[in-house]
């Protein structure tokens, strides 16, 4: 009988969900950035493996919000939760041990999901860290980065997924269309090339992606919330928003697996972090 369910990485921002999310599936879907607070949107990559699939969702960090884009980030991470059949939740290893996730989640009741503590970036950990050897069951330690621990971390969440069928393809990798990933690379990097605090102010909109031909031709505006956040994105004689567009341009063709051209545009969407309108517009509120 195969089995077949919903993982949710769940954990404070910056705990490493997206890297290890791009570990598991083996292909770069989410972004990853070393600013907190990059993943937006639930990121969904797929991993089957013999009579297993894995859907894990990247969901953004738990945060306390001091906006409305955070607002509906928040709300992201506890649908994730609450939709999941086992709740993978991350902590560095390096700061064991791990609080109550009701505690970080600020949940009035434990999720109905069966949890496993995740102990992230054990390639950082001292070695003198105080875990219990062996760890509890419903334990796994993992470095994303040297990949040690995902098999067994693989085996410790099967073991709480329902008997299923599986719910996609056995080959497919992500249930998002590649336009969602296209505009996700854009953003990523915009946090690669922008300093301080204005990546955060970047969202993108995928205008035009023509799929049918060779390059493929996709039209993304970058907006900004202010006039002269705009002069910064596009830099002196139009050099930062081409470096955008190359660095972006790279990551997209590698997961599209075909040449692209990428045309980006600069606008401003005034105060879009605080407005539920704008929020609705760029698909981060339901």
Request: glycine share 6%; aromatic share 6%.
């Amino acid at each position: 009988m195969t089995r077949c369910g919903v993982v949710a990485l769940a954990g404070k921002p910056n705990v490493g969900k997206s890297t290890l999310l791009n570990a598991l599936i083996g292909e770069h879907l989410a972004i990853v950035s070393p600013k907190p607070q990059s993943t937006r949107l639930p990121v969904v990559g797929l991993l089957t493996r013999d009579d297993t699939q894995f859907i894990f969702t990247d969901s953004p960090g738990l945060l306390e919000p001091e906006y409305k884009l955070h607002e509906t980030m928040r709300a992201a991470a506890l649908r994730a939760i609450a939709d999941a059949e086992v709740i993978a939740y991350l902590h560095p290893l390096s700061d064991f041990p791990a609080p109550p996730l009701t505690e970080v989640a600020k949940l009035d009741r434990a999720p109905r999901a069966s949890i496993v503590t995740v102990y992230t970036k054990s390639d950082l950990a001292p070695s003198s860290t105080a875990l219990h050897h062996p760890p509890p069951p419903s334990t796994a330690i993992v470095s994303a980065v040297s990949r040690d621990g995902l098999d067994g971390l693989l085996e410790t969440l099967r073991a709480y997924l329902p008997e299923s069928p599986f719910h996609y393809d056995p080959d497919a990798m992500a249930t998002q269309p590649m336009r969602f990933f296209a505009a996700e690379f854009v953003r990523e990097a915009a946090f690669e090339l922008l300093h301080e605090e204005l990546p955060y102010s970047v969202a993108v909109e995928i205008d035009e992606f023509r799929e049918g031909q060779e390059p493929v031709y996709i039209r993304a505006v970058v907006y900004v919330e202010r006039a002269s956040q705009k002069g910064i994105v596009i830099g002196e004689g139009g050099r930062t928003i081409k470096a955008i567009g190359q660095t972006a341009r790279g990551k997209i063709e590698v997961l599209l697996g075909a040449r692209v051209f990428l045309e980006l545009h600069a606008k401003v969407l005034p105060k879009w972090r605080r407005q539920l309108a704008s929020l609705k517009r760029l698909g981060y509120a339901g």
